[in-house]
């Protein structure tokens, strides 16, 4: 299994500011996603983060408000930009692993706008 | 921590008890399906997967039903135990499409 790591955990952040989530695995992995999870509400995924292009968005979530970057198979971030209250969510990484399908997320990152 | 449950269905069960967790998934043609565990605090953690050519597939203690003609998964924890407390989510996939999509979840409650 992958072990991915987070950082920040959580954080504080005011409105209109932006914040940027690091994710680093410890292998090379071809698939990395980012998810968000609403307090009480299940995970949506954002976004594939694809390595040397741009991210593929879901409906609903523009580069804009989530610039992704994935500089190689190991390191992606994710930036939510100008943020409200509403951003407030707990944003996880994802990894596919290649030989069994198996999707692992890291801890996540616990953002709260105020 | 912040509990990622405090919308969710609640299903309560006494400790010993056998739980049963459902799920409904959304597209006829995914053809990969994982059941994740999800504790306070945590990141979402792999239980058990069933391919679309299976209906049944037995874990340690758990079992995952597949019923393609509704549509519909469910989750089996035999003698369930208070470290079985957590919000438990389905996702399903389309396997060559590497994209993962969860249902809305539900939160078992173990009573001791």
């Known amino acids: 299994s992958a072990v991915i790591s987070q950082k920040p955990s959580r954080d504080i952040c005011q409105r209109g500011t932006s914040l940027t989530i690091q994710c680093q695995v410890d292998s090379q992995v071809t698939m990395m996603f980012w998810y968000r999870q609403q307090p009480g509400q299940s995970l949506t995924l954002i976004a594939t983060a694809n390595q040397g292009s741009e991210a593929t968005y879901e409906s609903g979530f523009v580069i804009d408000k989530f610039p992704i970057s994935r500089p190689n198979l190991t390191f992606s971030t994710l930036t939510v930009s100008n943020m409200s209250p509403e951003d407030s969510s707990i944003y996880l990484c994802?990894?596919?692993?290649?030989?069994?399908?198996?999707?692992?997320f890291g801890e996540g990152s616990r953002l709260t706008v105020l | 921590g912040e509990s990622v449950g405090l919308h969710l269905p609640t299903l309560s069960v006494q400790e010993g008890d056998n739980s049963i967790i459902n799920c409904a998934y959304s597209?006829?043609?995914?053809?990969?399906f994982i059941w994740y565990k999800q504790e306070s605090g945590k990141g979402p953690q792999f239980i058990i997967d069933i391919r679309s050519n299976m209906d049944k597939r037995q874990g340690q203690r758990v079992t995952v039903l597949l019923n393609k003609t509704v549509k519909h998964l469910s989750l089996q924890i035999a003698a369930t135990q208070p470290g079985d407390s957590a919000v438990y989510f389905c996702a399903e996939t389309l396997y060559n499409f590497n994209k993962f999509y969860f249902g809305s979840g539900t939160k078992l409650n173990v009573k001791p």
């Open positions: 597209n006829s043609a995914s053809d990969y």
């Open positions: 994802s990894v596919l692993s290649g030989s069994t399908g198996e999707l692992f």
